[in-house]
């Protein structure tokens, strides 16, 4: 699949009623995907401006329907969007419980919603379920397969050493289709294994050059993953 803007959002894929749709994916900004079936509603990586998006394309009613959210890591870009969706979520006055999803050890989304239940846990109107993904083992919301997978995200130290980050990979099967997410990751072999074959790839290209693919990948290096995908995308290019 050949994209002719490497910086065009929203991305759109579908296969019968399988959907994903993402609406950005830009390095130290924001990163927001909408994921459906006809049964499933699912919000992967919410980060600034999700609530916006989502209201203008699919409206209230749709984001009642979310059932699940899905984190990568807690980087701010991924992140950013998750208070304020929980917020209107309780001013929509939800009654289903709502799952989140994120590798053990993501400090960020537990401080999250610490955070909002400390400011709203009075007036909250459903439950928010933490799920700390702690192995590899798959499980299934809704008719859709999940299995996630570590994948090797690090940050620079103020010291200037690699840092590992708590983070994960999905892939996503329904029916006979599946759609690989890698989050942000360097290269790795969990990716490419779960790359392969898949119906879609959504693989980060945010390395600008060789000298920082110690924590992204550079183009090329996504390309060679995502060619093995009957289709990918390219996200998280820098601009």
């Known amino acids: 699949m050949k994209q002719k803007d490497l910086h065009k959002y929203p991305l759109i894929w579908r296969k019968d009623d399988f959907f994903i749709k993402i609406y950005s994916s830009i390095p130290n900004v924001s990163t927001g995907i909408l994921l459906t079936t006809s049964k499933t509603t699912f919000i992967i990586d919410p980060g600034d401006g999700i609530l916006r ?17 899905f984190i990568s890591h807690g980087h701010h870009d991924h992140v950013g969007g998750v208070w304020s969706l929980l917020t209107y979520l309780s001013v929509l006055r939800r009654r289903l419980p709502l ?23 009075k007036e909250l109107s459903y439950e928010i379920i933490l799920k700390p993904i702690i192995n590899e083992k798959q499980f299934t919301k809704n008719s859709v397969r999940i299995k996630p997978f ?11 050493e690699f840092i590992e980050v708590p983070s994960l990979g999905y892939k996503f099967f329904y029916d006979t289709k ?17 790359a392969k074959g898949s119906d879609l790839a959504i693989i980060e290209a945010g ?18 993953i995502g060619k093995t995908a009957k289709e990918f995308f390219l996200v998280h290019v820098p601009l």
């Open 150 to 160: 570590k994948v090797n995200h690090r940050e620079v130290s103020p010291g200037g």
């Open 53 to 69: 998006d989502l209201t203008q394309d699919v409206g209230a009613e749709t984001i009642l329907r979310v059932s699940d959210i």
């Open 178 to 194: 599946t759609i690989c997410y890698g989050g942000d990751t360097a290269y790795c072999e969990n990716l490419v294994k779960m």
């Open 99 to 121: 799952s989140i999803y994120y590798p053990q050890g993501c400090v960020e989304i537990e401080s999250i919603y610490k955070a909002f239940k400390e400011v709203y846990g």
């Open 207 to 224: 390395a600008h050059d060789e000298s920082s693919s110690e924590l992204h990948m550079t183009i090329e290096q996504a390309s060679k």
